[in-house]
């Protein structure tokens, strides 16, 4: 295994090495010591091997420069003072030719359904007490009306169909607005980088309610793409309507059903559908609604919680089997659960950002997301062995980092020759 993940790491490093060169460097010439590709590789060197802080950063450089796996140490001060000028377009870039490039290595298939399907969902960056240069949205002191901090938050997609869930773009969420504001923008931005002419990555958009309007599902449908959109309070006559079509229904046999055993209690999950909604409500793309009832049981099998989710569609009703919808809603926790919480946990990216100046919250943001790709990338899908009736269980992150950060430090020749030996 540990040979495996060094060639994975080395071709990794050298695809990253490849794709940062368009990035503009924000120092003057004369300031100018230490190459920029050279500062952002140690930035990605740090995610990839998880260092808490940009200290840490350098001492993993220094032992990577003793052993010949760098060309060169980058002080801290150095990637604190050059994160904060970078362009975030221009190393979205970086993120986005990653993405292509998984896409084109048949990495990003999906698994369990016919569709690709991206989830989009809002985050919060980091906490400060400045404002961001105006990005952060000011939170105040009921008491006194006093501002106590900012947010700083994107709007994030990941490809939650793929086997490991990679977060395949980022868009800034202005002070002045939420992400529904920001919907249609970024959906267009998806379309522009991953549709037609570009790989066609995702069939499938799928939103939580706080998505769910008519101008939003138009754009998703008029661009070509299926959507899926929670419903709840907010949009009142839908729910309403959807209620009455389908909770009668529930009395009755389901058209799909699920069970799953987690921490001695049983989860059981029932689907109905109904496509009598179609067209309602001048929802003229609208083709069908779903309803998956969540019930919690306890040892005996009584029910002691329930929980209903309600789902709108313009997929034709043939598209997903019931079985396949089910799966679809369960996935889209993946943005929560394995995009959101490893980045939360693992990168402490709401508790622990390297800096909060200038552009940095989201540079840093973006080069999280790329590393974040290739570890989990890496633990999810190229470590777990195919075509066996149950994969074995994940390799804990802590060891990954271990070893991902053991393969870095290897001289720049092995990893060439390793990178050279394909995956």
């Excluded at 990216?349 to 974040?372: F, I, M």
């Amino acid at each position: 295994m540990k040979r495996r993940i060094r060639r994975f790491v080395a071709h990794q490093v050298n695809s990253l090495r490849r794709c940062i060169g368009a990035i503009r460097d924000p120092r003057h010439a004369s300031w100018v010591r230490i190459p920029l590709a050279d500062v952002v590789m140690a930035c990605l060197y740090g995610l990839l091997a998880n260092c808490r802080t940009p200290r840490d950063v350098e001492a993993m450089l220094k032992e990577m420069f003793a052993t010949g796996g760098a060309a060169r140490t980058v002080s801290d001060s150095t990637l604190f003072s050059v994160v904060q000028g970078l362009v975030p377009t221009q190393v979205r870039d970086v993120l986005v030719t990653q993405v292509r490039g998984l896409h084109r290595m048949h990495a990003l298939r999906p698994v369990g359904l016919p569709v690709s399907v991206g989830t989009v969902d809002g985050k919060c960056l980091v906490v400060t007490s400045h404002d961001a240069n105006g990005w952060g949205q000011a939170h105040h002191d009921p008491a006194t009306g006093k501002v106590t901090h900012h947010l700083v938050r994107a709007v994030r997609a990941t490809l939650t169909s793929a086997a490991g869930k990679p977060c395949i773009d980022q868009m800034p969420i202005p002070a002045d607005t939420n992400d529904m504001g920001v919907c249609i923008d970024f959906v267009r931005q998806l379309h522009d980088t991953y549709g037609e002419g570009h790989g066609n990555l995702f069939e499938v958009l799928d939103f939580d309610a706080g998505f769910c309007s008519e101008l939003n599902a138009r754009t998703v449908d008029g661009l070509g793409y299926g959507y899926v959109f929670g419903l709840k309070a907010g949009e009142p006559t839908l729910l309403e309507e959807a209620q009455r079509l389908l909770l009668p229904r529930l009395s009755g046999t389901p058209d799909a059903e699920t069970n799953e055993r987690r921490d001695g209690l049983r989860f059981r999950r029932r689907l109905v559908r109904t496509a009598d909604i179609a067209g309602y409500h001048d929802w003229h793309h609208l083709r069908q609604a779903w309803l998956v009832r969540q019930e919690k049981l306890d040892a005996k099998g009584n029910v002691v919680e329930t929980e209903d989710r309600f789902f709108l569609s313009n997929l034709p009703w043939n598209r997903l089997k019931h079985a396949e919808i089910l799966l679809l809603v369960r996935n889209h926790w993946g943005i929560e659960n394995n995009t959101f919480n490893s980045l939360d946990v693992q990168w402490r990216e709401d508790s622990g950002v390297w800096c909060t100046k200038g552009h940095a919250p989201y540079v840093l943001g973006l080069l999280r997301l790329v590393a974040y790709n290739v570890v989990q990338h890496l633990r999810c899908r190229h470590l777990v062995p195919r075509h066996v009736a149950k994969p074995p269980d994940l390799i804990p992150w802590r060891r990954l980092f271990e070893q991902v950060r053991s393969a870095l430090t290897l001289p720049l020749d092995v990893l060439d020759r390793l990178a050279a030996q394909g995956l």
